[in-house]
């Protein structure tokens, strides 16, 4: 009698390991010898450039070049959808690419609007901030009048391949009632928006003379997946005063 119940739970015992040993089995054939990984972009800001101002109206606008770069792996890729047909495109995905040759969509909360500064094509809002900080107190003083960029490689930073995401190739393209829009940033490439072009300016009408820190800042909302998200900050230390602004300092920048 104990002989058979020992053989009956060695039996038992058997039976268990081999399903165990069938269920990791099915598990590693299941899972590929190799997975696929994400190729991310990473967003900076070079330094601001080219400042100057101009008196217009009765206000006093600093006015700067901004560019955007991606120093990273992949390219930045985002995708608008206008379901309303209104001027604006509430469904924005981010399009992540990976080193087999596939990508993912990613969902953000971004949005993107048509026009809004005389350019008759898509923006996203607040993919750029720039901010004006005195630096005697640290007190904000002033902040980007533009809120909308439509982005492209038009400005190379190190890249030894050709633009792919150009206007004649179709980003930021489609009319006001487009369904769909998209624009994108290679790898060592960047979009440049000049300090002649609208609402390229901080208003400083009324501020003293004295030091500031002009920053600008790539995704401060942190909507788009990065492979780095702690270097989107670039800024320069300026002297404000009667004549044109003088770089006193140069913080961080891409």
Not at 85 to 112: C, H, I, L, W
Not at 173 to 195: E, R
């Amino acid at each position: 009698m104990v002989g058979t119940l020992a053989r009956n739970r060695a039996f038992v015992l058997l039976c268990a390991a081999a399903t165990a040993a069938l269920v990791l089995l099915a598990v590693a054939v299941s899972k590929p010898a190799w997975a696929a990984s994400d190729r991310l972009p990473d967003l900076r800001m070079a330094h601001p450039q080219s400042l100057q101002i101009q008196n217009t109206g009765g206000r006093k606008l600093l006015r700067f070049d901004s560019i955007i770069v991606n120093v990273g792996a992949g390219p930045f890729e985002l995708h608008g959808t206008n379901n309303t047909g209104a001027s604006e495109m509430k469904t924005v995905t981010q399009r992540v690419f990976d080193n087999a040759g596939g990508y993912r969509d990613v969902s953000t909360p971004a949005t993107m609007v048509f026009g809004g500064d005389g350019h008759n094509h898509w923006h996203v809002r607040n993919l750029e901030d720039f901010e004006l900080v005195r630096l005697d107190n640290g007190r904000l003083v002033g902040t980007g009048a533009k809120q909308g960029f439509c982005f492209f490689d038009g400005y190379n930073w190190g890249s030894s391949k050709p633009a792919f995401y150009t206007r004649p190739t179709g980003a930021c393209g489609g009319g006001i009632s487009a369904t769909q829009t998209v624009m994108g940033l290679s790898v060592g490439w960047g979009d440049k928006y000049a300090s002649t072009l609208p609402d390229q300016f901080i208003d400083i009408t009324g501020l003293t003379s004295g030091r500031y820190r002009l920053q600008a800042t790539a995704d401060a909302d942190n909507w788009f997946v990065e492979s780095n998200n702690t270097n989107n900050v670039s800024w320069i230390d300026i002297q404000l005063g009667p004549k044109k602004p003088k770089i006193l300092a140069y913080g961080p920048g891409a």
